[in-house]
């Protein structure tokens, strides 16, 4: 079955730091993969999407993820933190078996302090 | 250009009772998805309409029922509420089953069992 694991419920980093959220997954097949971020009371917003192609994938707020098959980790980065990034993140798995389902870590609080 | 809308935002209702949620679909969307949060958790598929049928459905008893319209909105239904019906409920769309594209999310309907 296919699954993502976020290892870390929590990650502090410095305002101007930079910053990763790790992400490992577990599928059967070819891996499309996505980091979604969630602000308090609100929905999830996508922030980007790894289905094939560069490892390296760029996304929306200056965000970047990195693919490792070996690995089996997609962690997402960004070289410069703002408080303002201060959110729940979620990475997720497309289900190879459901074109129509998502499965979704269980998330990692960030929080920049200034 | 309007994102996804969901009806309403809270709602409190007592164990036993039924509930009807509402979503309205990004523009151009055609699918909607709708998913349970818990709280501190992430978001767990219940099930997804197409062509106003019931595509994909996840690990979510009888009791979660939906219904999508010729314009595309959709429904949840919940009947005899359970304490442990209380969560987040977001809906999310997107242009086709089995795209590759990223769900666009609502911001969700807060559900509370007393």
């Known amino acids: 079955a296919q699954s993502v694991a976020q290892p870390e419920d929590q990650v502090n980093v410095a305002e101007g730091n930079p910053l990763t959220v790790k992400c490992t997954y577990s599928?059967?097949?070819?891996?499309?993969l996505f980091w979604y971020v969630q602000y308090p009371n609100r929905g999830l917003q996508f922030l980007l999407k790894?289905?094939?192609?560069?490892?390296l994938v760029k996304g929306s707020y200056g965000f970047e993820a990195e693919f490792n098959k070996s690995q089996t980790s997609f962690h997402l980065k960004k070289p410069s933190a703002l408080v303002s990034d201060s959110a729940l993140y979620f990475c997720?798995?497309?289900?190879?078996?459901?074109?129509?389902?998502?499965?979704f870590g269980s998330g990692t609080r960030l929080s920049i302090r200034p | 250009d309007a994102g996804v809308t969901q009806s309403p935002t809270h709602l409190i209702k007592t164990r036993g009772q039924q509930v009807t949620l509402r979503c309205s679909p990004k523009?151009?969307?055609?699918?909607v998805s709708w998913y349970q949060q818990a709280l501190g958790q992430g978001p767990q598929f219940i099930f997804q309409?197409?062509?106003?049928?019931?595509?994909q459905r996840g690990n979510f008893p009888d009791r979660f029922s939906g219904h999508q319209f010729p314009n595309y909105s959709s429904e949840l239904n919940v009947n005899a509420l359970l304490l442990g019906d209380s969560a987040l409920y977001l809906c999310?769309?997107?242009?086709?089953?089995?795209?590759?594209?990223?769900?666009?999310f609502g911001d969700g309907t807060r559900l509370s069992i007393l």
């Open positions: 599928v059967s097949g070819n891996p499309y």
């Open positions: 790894y289905i094939t192609g560069d490892n």
């Open positions: 523009s151009g969307h055609d699918t």
């Open positions: 309409y197409y062509e106003e049928e019931e595509r």
């Open positions: 997720a798995v497309r289900d190879s078996s459901s074109a129509s389902k998502i499965i």
């Open positions: 999310a769309s997107s242009l086709g089953r089995g795209s590759y594209q990223p769900q666009h």
